[in-house]
């Protein structure tokens, strides 16, 4: 099985390039999704969490709001630390298993999308990793239109990861979504053609 990490900085454009390829027929481990499945309620994680940062951060329901826990942990790097901390080995097991159902199903190749990917280590399950780039003035709109953050705001998330030079150093390839959706539409299609399957 060939399993391709998928990252690049906020808003670059991965969770569209996803959605591209789930057209082309991949399979894709989102891991953001699985960071959440991670930390449900009767979960180890849940109860680290809660206990590292209070219940304040629970819903009504006991689930764990993420609203709430991004706002502690995208303005504290000790904070984020600590949730990263408690989050990526969970993580690293649900990712290991979802690999191995994909393995045993008989899937011949897998899109594992993740903004942390090697802050992670979760390159380590990848056997080539794709980095989604856009020049930051563009993230800065679309983000801004995505979710309304400011400018300020998507600049520090931008401050908190890696540089788009050292993705692209560690990247095997690099798709470059500065221009349409079509474009963007169009390298991936050729990415994913060019796969021996
Ligand atoms: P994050 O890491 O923050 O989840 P992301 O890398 O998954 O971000 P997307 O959600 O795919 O990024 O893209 C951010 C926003 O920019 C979305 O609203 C998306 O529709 C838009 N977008 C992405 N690429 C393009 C493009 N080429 N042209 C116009 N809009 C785009």
Same mark, same amino acid.
């Given at each position: ?93 649900? !990712?290991? =298993?979802? $690999?191995?159902? @994909? /393995? ?5 190749? *897998? %899109? +594992? &999308? ?43 998330? !931008?401050? =908190?990861? $890696?540089?788009? @030079? /050292? ?5 095997? *390839? %690099? +798709? &470059? ?21």
């Amino acid at each position: 099985m060939l399993v391709i990490g998928l990252t690049g900085g906020i808003g670059t454009g991965k969770t569209e390039a996803t959605h591209i390829l789930r057209e082309l027929g991949a399979v894709v481990v989102d891991s953001d999704k699985i960071a959440h499945l991670s930390y449900e309620p009767g979960t180890e994680a849940h109860s680290q969490i809660v206990s590292k940062f209070g219940d304040e951060i629970l819903a009504d329901s006991g689930v764990i709001d993420r609203s709430q826990l991004g706002e502690l942990v995208f303005s504290n790097v000790v904070h984020r630390e600590e949730l990263e901390a408690i989050v990526w080995p969970a993580v690293d097991k649900l !990712i290991e =298993a979802s $690999l191995l159902k @994909e /393995e045993q199903r008989g899937i011949r190749i *897998v %899109v +594992i &999308e993740a903004a942390k990917l090697f802050e992670s280590g979760w390159d380590r399950f990848t056997d080539v990793i794709w980095t989604v780039e856009a020049f930051e003035a563009e993230v800065v709109v679309r983000v801004a239109n995505r979710s309304g953050l400011s400018e300020s705001d998507t600049k520090s998330r !931008i401050a =908190a990861q $890696l540089t788009r @030079e /050292e993705r692209v150093e560690w990247a095997d *390839v %690099v +798709i &470059e979504n500065n221009a349409t959706l079509e474009n963007l539409r169009d390298q991936v299609t050729i990415l994913w053609e060019s796969i021996p399957k």
